[in-house]
């Protein structure tokens, strides 16, 4: 049975993926590699610094947007808005 590379991971993991000398993000960033995951944000994520929430899919799958702004009063995270390539198959 082929494997379904049709997925995304999404969320909070309040890890300093940034910061390629941190211990925590080098071991996520060793995860991501040993099974084939993109990590597609590349910016801040939080209102003090650091890409803090991320977007994974399987490295072959595409974002096609991808939008990260200020919430303002709403959250120190900052909003991520994305689409992805899909079909529907009837």
Do not use: W
Request: charged share 20%.
């Amino acid at each position: 049975m082929p494997l379904n590379l049709n997925f995304v991971i999404l969320g909070d993991f309040n890890i300093h993926v940034d910061e390629t000398d941190d211990t925590h993000s080098a071991r996520l960033r060793n995860v991501f590699e040993a099974y084939g995951l993109r990590q597609h944000i590349n910016e801040s994520t939080h209102k003090f610094g650091h890409t803090l929430d991320l977007v994974l899919t399987a490295e072959t799958t595409a974002v096609n947007v991808l939008e990260i702004s200020d919430m303002e009063k709403l959250s120190d995270h900052k909003y991520v808005g994305f689409s992805i390539p899909h079909s529907v198959s009837m």
